[in-house]
């Protein structure tokens, strides 16, 4: 998570730098304005031109965010726990409230077939309604990583520096 994190604040640096220069732009024309014209007082040219400044301030701020939203997310996630459980994993059909592409939902269950979570399939094929024995590790937002020791392809086995490969070692789905 840290890598991916990583990539991504090097992406926003640039939105991080634009925001800084354009909100220094624009406190620079509120507090020391400049005359545009002769006949305007410096306060007056200063609000005429200095919400252009602040809109993209603001513009690339909220670039910035939305870039660093979901690593940071995914971070914080990275602290949950990680469940590994001796129970078993529950395959169903969709229901009829299910979205259009759901082909399904996979569960695991406790050692007393308890639903302990359970997240959507999507594929073509609808999944079958099976309960088989299994040993199982997840996450609550990550899904099943292992089931009986076998990765799932959750999350890949590695990733490069600063994210930089993770797209072509990606399982294909």
């Not at 086995?157 to 994210?163: A, H």
Request: charged share 15%; with cysteine; net charge neutral.
């Amino acid at each position: 998570m840290w890598n991916g994190l990583c990539g991504r604040l090097v992406i926003a640096v640039e939105p991080v730098i634009c925001t800084a220069v354009f909100g220094a732009l624009t406190a620079g024309l509120i507090f020391r304005p400049l005359p545009l014209d002769a006949h305007l007082t410096r306060y007056e040219a200063a609000l005429i031109i200095s919400p252009v400044f602040g809109l993209a301030a603001l513009a690339f701020l909220i670039y910035a965010i939305v870039l660093l939203a979901g690593p940071l997310r995914a971070l914080a996630e990275t602290y949950a726990p990680v469940f590994v459980v001796d129970g078993y994993v529950r395959y169903r059909g969709p229901e009829l409230r299910s979205p259009y592409n759901v082909n399904g939902y996979i569960a695991v269950l406790d050692d007393r077939r308890r639903a302990l979570a359970e997240w959507p399939s999507y594929g073509e094929a609808s999944l079958p309604d099976y309960v088989r024995p299994a040993l199982v590790e997840f996450t609550n937002y990550g899904g099943i990583h292992r089931l009986d020791g076998r990765s799932t392809g959750v999350l890949p086995e590695s990733i490069g520096t600063l994210g930089v490969g993770a797209a072509r070692t990606a399982p294909k789905v």
